[in-house]
Each structure stands twice: as C-alpha cells, then as structure tokens.
C-alpha cells in the first residue's frame, strides 16, 4: 500500500535525465496521485545558458511520456511560476518529492507554510543519481556539454592521447556539418546574426584568416600556422595565446587542455605545434550545446558544425 494519497514534485525537467526518472519514480512508488509543477519558459530565463532551455512544451511532453511508459496515469502538470506552487493552498498535497537539487527550494515551501500557520509537509528524497565524475547529474551540465543525460563525462575521453583510427579518419574527411561553399561571407553573417551563440569557435588558419579578414566576430581560433600543409606568417590578432603541442592525426591532452583553457578564459588563440586537424572533434565534445565551429574542408569552402547531443555522441562513439 502507498504512503502517501498526493504527493508534489516540482522543478525544470530541461534535457530528461536518469535523475529526473529517479524523482518521478519515487513519486509514484510512494503516492497514488502525483502534481508536477513544471517551470515556466518565462521563469527558466534565470537559469545559466537559458537559450539551450528546452520549451515547456518538450518538457512537458518528457514526463508525460514517462508516467505512460510505466502505465501511471493519476497525475497533473501545471505550469510554476514560482517555487511554490499549489503546495500553500492544495490541502489534499500530503508531502513533496525532492532531489539533492529541489531540497533547497523544499524548505522554502516548508517556511513560507508555517508562516502562513499551515503544518510543514514531509520531504521525500530520490535516489541520487551521479555522472562518471560522481557528481550530481543536472541539466546544467547536459547545456554545458559537459555531460549526457546517462551522465557519462565527456572529458574523460582526454585523459589519454588518442590516435584516430583509419576509419574515423575516412569518415572525417567527410563535412560533418553545414558546408559553405557559395557566398561563403554572406552566409557566414547570416549564421553569426543568430542571438545567443554560447561559442563561436574556429580551427584552422584559412578559416580564421577569413574570419579576422572580415571582421567577423569569433570567440576561440585554433591554428598551427598552416594552410594545405604550406606556412603562413599570418599575424593573427586574438589574444590571449594558449599553447599546445599535438601531432597530425591525434588528440593529445595537451590540445584539450589548452582548449579548456581558452573556454574558461572565453576567448583566446590556441596556438599548436604541430598540426591541429582533430581540434574540431575535441572542440564538440568540449563546448556547450548550441556552440558553433567552424573549420575548412579542402578545396571546397568552410564547414559549420551547431553543437547538439547527437553531434557530440556520434564524436564520443568515433574517438572510443
């Protein structure tokens, strides 16, 4: 028999997780009748990287998805435009359904009940679920790249250096984005005029000799000072400069490390000694969802990739 006859559950539900699937399952495993408190797009616009927010639509859609999977159909959505929710009024609402990221906004409830002279409701805590890293798994992280919403960590890949294989190579010869061959400069504009680009990034000398030429704004380069294999003496005028030593056909941790720097920094030039030709695959495992890069494709033009989940799964799977 269930504890509880309704329970609450509030919270974001951006980028559904294995976190989120814990809370939900608590809910249901405790209570017959569940009210989600969803957050509204015009609430969501507080958290970090707010344009990579998913609309309350798919969110929506999520939950609604799992609860049917699992054949549990007493529940309500209704959309949050504060912490609190139908939690000071809903006298049937018995207790809330908490994770380690929601407890905090649990007590609020709690307080603001008891000023209001209504008893505090029990607080039912969800399993934890954690990443690689043994943190928290939270949809920030999924909007900074930094992991998947199974929590794996993309960065681990870095730890060692890694040498392409001959069919990853084949297959990166092959634009793995939006290939711009014909009026390259106005499409370019076109693509830049877009709010909210957490990133723009280049890599290679072509591609940020036609950015710097241009005036065309960008936030990281990645050069070795080579262009088809033949030196360039351009002076490039990004600053600050980070440097890292990588030989062609691999990705050395030298390379990520000098990426991260410059991510953290926001800016930067990251000079290479050697050749930087894998500096896109590790830039898309790197940066946040919704980040652009750029990098030439020989003799045909420049390639844009626009950072999404399955870009960086398709990367993490090719360099395993």
């Given at each position: ?309 399955e870009i960086k799964e398709k990367f993490y799977r090719l360099l395993r």
């Amino acid at each position: 028999m269930k504890r509880f006859c309704k329970v609450a559950i509030g919270g974001t539900f951006d980028h559904f997780h294995k976190g989120h699937k814990a809370l939900l399952q608590k809910a249901i495993d405790v209570s017959r009748q569940i009210v989600v408190g969803l957050t509204s797009d015009k609430w969501v616009k507080k958290k970090p990287l707010k344009a990579q927010i998913e609309p309350f639509k798919i969110r929506k859609r999520f939950i609604e998805n799992f609860f049917k999977k699992r054949h549990f159909k007493n529940y309500k959505i209704i959309i949050l435009n504060d912490i609190y929710g139908p939690t000071l009024k809903d006298t049937k609402i018995e207790a809330l359904v908490v994770s380690n990221k929601t407890l905090k906004g649990a007590r609020k409830v709690n307080a603001r009940r008891r000023e209001k002279g209504l008893w505090p409701l029990p607080v039912i805590l969800a399993k934890t679920e954690k990443t690689e890293s043994n943190h928290c798994i939270s949809s920030e992280y999924i909007r900074r790249g930094l992991t998947s919403r199974q929590g794996k960590v993309y960065s681990f890949i870095f730890r060692r250096t890694i040498r392409l294989t001959e069919k990853a190579r084949l297959f990166l010869k092959k634009p793995q984005g939006l290939l711009l061959t014909r009026n390259v400069l106005e499409k370019t504009k076109k693509i830049l005029k877009k709010a909210k680009i957490p990133f723009v990034c280049l890599v290679g000398d072509y591609t940020t000799q036609f950015f710097e030429k241009n005036n065309l704004k960008f936030d990281i380069a990645v050069i070795d000072h080579r262009i088809i294999r033949q030196k360039t003496d351009f002076l490039y005028k990004k600053k600050p400069v980070f440097a890292a030593r990588n030989k062609r056909g691999f990705i050395t941790p030298s390379l990520y490390r000098a990426l991260k720097k410059a991510i953290k920094n926001k800016k930067g030039l990251v000079k290479v000694a050697g050749e930087e030709d894998l500096a896109a695959v590790a830039l898309v495992l790197t940066l946040p969802l919704g980040s652009l890069v750029f990098y030439g494709q020989p003799y045909k033009g420049n390639v844009v990739i626009k950072i999404d989940e399955e870009i960086k799964e398709k990367f993490y799977r090719l360099l395993r």
